[in-house]
């Protein structure tokens, strides 16, 4: 079964400094890979995706991940992190044996603190 | 495009009450999910759907959940009856294959 390892629960970052967020998955196969953001009360909102091709995906708001087959990583990226980016994040796999990538399994969320 | 839209916001009930949530997916969406979140849980995949028919109800924790999609533009989930351990945040979202969107979801307690 597929699964998602967001090793970082909690991450407070400075406005304007570079950002990473882990992501660690385990599948069988060439995995369909996500990132979300999600907002106090609302949705989650998708950033990018990894279905194959280029190994770096660019996403909105200015966010980047990287496929890294080796490591089973598909970590995000932001080079200059700015107030508004505070919200929760996870990491997600699809799964391809189920006829297509609609079922998707979600990690269990990196919430991101921006201080002034 | 309205983006998927799910009723209430918010829901408050008495422990043994019915409740409904109800979701309208967006048009053309031929996926549609729902969703169970919680601080210790995480998010949960319940029930998905594809052109209104249940493919994986596995997630469904127990009889007293039920979900329909009596046509495309609308689904439902039920508890019957509610538990306080029923409290947590569930959303809809729906898909027509490259990623999905979506509600802002409907926050159940269950006092």
């Known amino acids: 079964a597929q699964s998602v390892t967001q090793p970082d629960i909690h991450i407070t970052v400075s406005e304007g400094a570079s950002l990473e967020l882990r992501c660690n998955y385990s599948?069988?196969?060439?995995?369909?890979l996500f990132w979300y953001v999600q907002s106090p009360g609302q949705g989650l909102q998708l950033l990018l995706k990894?279905?194959?091709?280029?190994?770096l995906v660019q996403g909105i708001k200015g966010f980047e991940a990287e496929f890294k087959r080796s490591q089973s990583s598909f970590n995000l990226r932001k080079p200059s992190v700015h107030w508004s980016d505070a919200a929760e994040y996870f990491c997600?796999?699809?799964?391809?044996?189920?006829?297509?990538?609609?079922?998707?399994?979600f990690g269990i969320g990196t919430k991101l603190q921006v201080i002034p | 495009d309205a983006g998927v839209i799910q009723s209430p916001r918010h829901e408050v009930t008495e422990m043994g009450q019915e409740v409904t949530l109800r979701c309208k997916p967006i048009?053309?969406?031929?996926?549609l999910f729902w969703y169970r979140q919680t601080m210790m849980r995480g998010l949960e995949l319940l029930i998905y759907?594809?052109?209104?028919?249940?493919?994986?109800d596995s997630g469904m924790p127990e009889d007293r959940f039920s979900a329909k999609m009596p046509n495309a533009s609308f689904s439902t989930l039920k508890i019957q009856p509610s538990e306080p351990r029923d409290s947590a945040v569930y959303f809809c979202?729906?898909?027509?294959?490259?990623?999905?969107?979506f509600g802002s979801g409907t926050r159940l307690t269950v006092v």
């Open positions: 979202a729906s898909s027509r294959g490259s990623g999905y969107t």
């Open positions: 599948y069988g196969a060439t995995p369909y």
């Open positions: 990894y279905f194959s091709g280029d190994t």
């Open positions: 997600a796999v699809g799964d391809m044996n189920s006829g297509g990538y609609q079922k998707v399994t």
């Open positions: 048009s053309g969406h031929d996926y």
């Open positions: 759907f594809n052109n209104n028919v249940p493919i994986d």
